[in-house]
């Protein structure tokens, strides 16, 4: 009896989060003047291949006309690149935590920890006047750079790292094996799990970015799909194609690592 | 030559913690030396200082008559095998053997060839290709030990490598690093706090005791002739049997107790009678010129196959250092199986009776 309350509140919980998936997808087959008159559709309509068809001709823009598959790959250029050098920077960042035995790199940790205190979004100003210093405004690497410093990433890993026995870190030392050799020889092999993680969650925060890209490129070219959403419209089929053509990359991500999400965080 | 040599090393740790206090020791080549003590008396930490993965706070270490305070681990030429074997979990055995072979810039068929003979000499050479957690506990300790021996190292350094084993696992293991041992015929030293271990595997023993070597020898010499009573009371099993008593005349004295036959020891001091528990007899004839002061109730009778360990309250005697009734123990033939509660005679030579000093723990006799 019990077991099935659990169940009937947890199905509950299911519908309900993936209710507005559920929505976009079903109205992404009407036509925009339904959804204009409408609003969002709980039932299946006939204009579902003319909307995709349509967002992938269809071109926007302020000035200059920007496709789908450009926004795609620019989306792909500012998720991945964010998520590798994210990744790669906590992972380095951890391992110089954990395994470097000196007082200072101690205090270090802590004062990466407060960089939580200080979102992106609390210090756009700032950001802003760096990277238009750096000459990076209407790039790529603009887009990226500002986001890297995921002081969450460092956290996971250090926790995890902190689990493995000294032993192993001193067989390896007796081994021969330098501190570069170790990370690459024995850390990132054990700990893989934990990076696929970081990576995923550090690609789809990429992927969803909207204010900082907004703020720093004001050329059409760099226009990421989040953005195209907008330009497209909200109440139009080809915008809720484009909607769901936008949640699908993350999503597949994460369907295909999902089980190592449930072994590194159980 | 000695292959080893440590002159007053000296190790306190940065929270102040003092864990060794000036160790002087010389290894010979091909020693097989054992650290053993109680837990935290310091051993790891030396063995550790030995291995490069703890600094050094004072004193020198000299491996082959060069000092190397200042060599890192992995250029001090030394292997270690660890408590909890510390394998690679994500490489396979030949992995796990290869890595340091590999790292040192070995060619390949040199390092397949080391690892296979290590392999077939541990009789781990089915196992080559799985991975440490498809392997028993023993098996995984022969690859930790593999790992060792691969590297043909100037010290192999054991910390407790059979503690996380089973007894009679612990026993065939002990056996196999003895023979092993001998047969590389590299310099070792192995920390453990189990006497049983230390004394069958040992070429000299260093028995110790807060952060100081109490007594270094061979493992009969420890046995027979302790310099103090820590060392009289940690080695040798069943323990030695311990009797707080003051001299009177010639005799030791301890409640209603008198035993004769004692000379030349202070007369104003708290003293420790010593008697092993093989030193006792219950027949007279079996010891040389027999003291019989000493009268047991008998309390329990353990059987051990071959032989007999009767533990039994001393009669007569005051109390025992720790405040409470004096136990004895006396190890006989697998014949005597006295009565619970029946009174036994014990027998011993008084040239076998060890005593010593009880504030400072040093052997007058
Ligand atoms: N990393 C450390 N920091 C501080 N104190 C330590 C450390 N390692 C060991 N000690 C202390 O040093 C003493 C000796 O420890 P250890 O050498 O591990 O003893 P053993 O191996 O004989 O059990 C103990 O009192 C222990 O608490
Ligand atoms: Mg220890």
């Known amino acids: 009896m019990r077991s099935l309350l659990n169940h009937l509140i947890l199905i509950a919980g299911v519908l309900f989060l993936a209710s507005p998936l559920y929505l976009v997808l079903v109205s992404s087959s009407h036509g925009s003047s339904t959804l204009q008159q409408l609003g969002l559709q709980w039932l299946p309509g006939d204009q579902l291949t003319n909307n995709y068809l349509a967002v992938f001709k269809l071109a926007s823009g302020f000035s200059r006309q920007v496709t789908v598959v450009e926004m795609l790959r620019n989306s792909l250029i500012v998720a991945l690149g964010s998520a590798l050098l994210t990744t790669l920077f906590s992972l380095l960042a951890a391992y110089a935590f954990v395994f470097v035995r000196m007082h200072a790199v101690r205090t270090l940790f802590w004062v990466s920890l407060l960089t939580l205190l200080f979102p992106l979004e609390a210090r756009f100003v700032n950001t802003f006047q760096i990277t238009a210093t750096l000459g990076l405004i209407n790039t790529h690497t603009g887009i990226v750079l500002p986001t890297l410093a995921l002081a969450l990433g460092t956290l996971f890993f250090r926790q995890n790292f902190k689990g493995l026995p000294a032993e192993i870190q001193e067989a390896a030392q007796l081994d021969s094996a330098g501190p570069i050799k170790f990370l690459i020889d024995i850390v990132i092999p054990m700990y893989w799990r934990c990076i696929t993680v970081v990576f995923v969650i550090a690609f789809i925060l990429g992927w969803n970015q909207y204010l900082w890209p907004l703020m720093i490129s004001t050329d059409d070219s760099l226009y990421t799909l989040v953005r195209g959403i907008r330009l497209m419209g909200q109440e139009s089929g080809p915008g809720m194609a484009l909607l769901v053509i936008t949640l699908l990359p993350p999503l597949m991500l994460l369907i295909m690592c999902q089980r190592w999400f449930a072994k590194v965080l159980e | ?365």
């Not at chain 2, 040199?110 to 440490?132: C, H, S, T, Y």
């Not at chain 2, 060792?148 to 293991?173: C, G, H, T, W, Y």
């Not at chain 2, 107790?257 to 528990?277: H, M, N, T, Y």
């Open chain 2, 1 to 365: 030559m000695a292959s080893l040599e440590l002159k007053n090393v000296q190790k306190t740790y940065p929270n102040g913690a003092i864990a060794v206090r000036g160790v002087d020791m010389e290894i010979d080549h091909g020693e097989f030396i054992v650290f053993v003590g109680p837990s935290g008396c310091g051993k790891s930490t030396l063995l550790r200082m030995v291995a490069g993965l703890e600094k050094i706070t004072e004193g020198e270490i000299l491996i082959q008559d060069k000092v190397v305070n200042d060599v890192t681990p992995a250029d001090r030429d030394v292997a270690m095998v660890f408590q909890n074997y510390a394998l690679y979990p994500h490489m396979t055995v030949r992995g796990n053997m290869s890595y340091g072979l590999k790292n040192r810039g070995f060619a390949k068929d040199e390092i397949n060839k080391k690892v296979e003979d290590a392999a077939a000499m541990l009789r781990i050479g089915d196992f080559l290709d799985r991975q440490p957690n498809q392997l028993s506990g023993g098996q995984r300790q022969r690859v930790a030990m593999g790992r060792a021996i691969v590297r043909e190292p100037k010290v192999f350094l054991f910390d407790e490598p059979l503690s996380n084993l089973d007894a009679k696992l612990r026993v065939q293991m002990r056996i196999e690093i003895k023979r092993l041992q001998r047969r590389m015929d590299v310099t070792s030293i192995y920390v453990t706090h189990d006497q049983t271990e230390a004394m069958t595997l040992a070429d000299r023993l260093a028995v110790i005791n807060d952060g100081r070597v109490e007594q270094m020898g061979a493992p009969m010499e420890l046995y027979s002739n302790p310099a103090t009573l820590f060392v009289a009371s940690f080695i040798g099993s069943p323990q030695i049997n311990l009797l707080p008593v003051k001299l009177s005349g010639q005799s030791l004295v301890s409640g209603d107790l008198s035993i004769d036959g004692f000379q030349d020891l202070p007369a104003d001091k708290e003293l420790v009678l010593g008697l092993r528990p093989d030193h006792l007899s219950l027949s007279a004839d079996q010891a040389g010129s027999s003291n019989s002061a000493l009268k047991i109730r008998v309390d329990i009778v353990e059987q051990h196959g071959a032989d007999n360990v009767i533990y039994g309250e001393l009669i007569g005697a005051g109390s025992s250092m720790d405040g409470e009734p004096v136990e004895f123990c006396v190890k006989t033939g697998q014949a005597n199986i006295p009565d619970i509660e029946s009174i036994l005679d014990l027998h011993f030579d008084v040239a076998d009776a060890m005593v010593f000093l009880k504030e400072t723990g040093s052997r007058l006799k």
